[in-house]
């Protein structure tokens, strides 16, 4: 049986498109190690990274992959190091399986690697590096690290916040004014009228002696 080439054709085209038509394997998270047998949650996230710490984030590298942020850390879980560390190891959110982080977030971060150098994040599976702040995540990873937070080294925990207190202005000390005594003028104006009376009364007799004196030349 003669096949005609024009379905021969037709079946080695179908057959190529088989060929390239084919699914893509799945590509694996880059960096991230995923633990199959174990949840991801809070305790094993703590568990599984060597540093545990609060931080908010200063800033992101931008054109850099992955991004270094710099991270200003209020207290370590587990671990312990300086006040501002900087990570590497964080994502883009692009399916690259890694924890995006934003400048003036507050996380909860898990690394490894050395605090005073470039700490790497830390996945216990995938998109898990970080942690939103609350009490419960709190609780639950001291509970699982085995230590009371601490503060980043050369953070006095003893220093004690005075408030800063602002003097309310005090009136300036006034010079007492000396009220003078009232005085009773009524002394001043008897006087007059003593004076007044005396020259009425003098004036008189003056008088009266010259009546007399001129009846005694005319006599």
């Known amino acids: 049986m003669r096949i005609h080439p024009v379905y021969l054709l037709t ?21 991230v190690t995923t633990t199959a047998d ?10 599984a990274a060597p540093i545990v710490l609060e931080g908010e984030v200063l800033f ?3 054109g850099k992959f992955p991004p270094i942020t710099s991270i200003k850390v209020a207290q370590y879980f587990k671990g312990n190091g300086p006040e501002v560390v900087l990570i590497d190891n964080f994502g883009e959110g692009l399916g ?18 050395e605090p005073t150098q470039i700490l790497n994040a830390n996945y216990f599976t995938q998109y898990d590096a ?26 006095n925990s003893t ?7 602002i003097a309310t202005p005090q009136p300036s000390p006034t010079t007492a004014q000396v009220v003078p005594p009232v005085q009773n003028n009524s002394g001043d104006f008897s006087g007059f009228i003593w004076f007044g009376a005396g020259l009425v009364v003098g004036g008189g007799a003056i ?7 001129g009846r005694r030349k005319k006599g």
């Open 130 to 155: 970080t942690d939103p702040v609350n009490p419960q995540n709190i609780a639950e990873i001291i509970a699982a690290s085995g230590q009371q937070p601490v503060l980043p080294i050369g953070v």
């Open 60 to 62: 992101v590298t931008n």
């Open 207 to 213: 008088t009266g002696v010259f009546l007399v004196l």
């Open 159 to 165: 220093a004690v916040v005075t408030p800063t207190v």
């Open 96 to 113: 690259d399986c890694k924890s995006k982080v934003r400048v003036g977030e507050k996380l909860i971060i898990y690394a490894k690697g």
């Open 11 to 31: 079946l080695l085209l179908v057959l190529s498109l088989f060929w390239v038509v084919q699914p893509a394997p799945a590509l694996a998270c880059s960096g």
């Open 38 to 47: 174990k949840p991801s949650n809070v305790t094993n996230r703590t568990k």
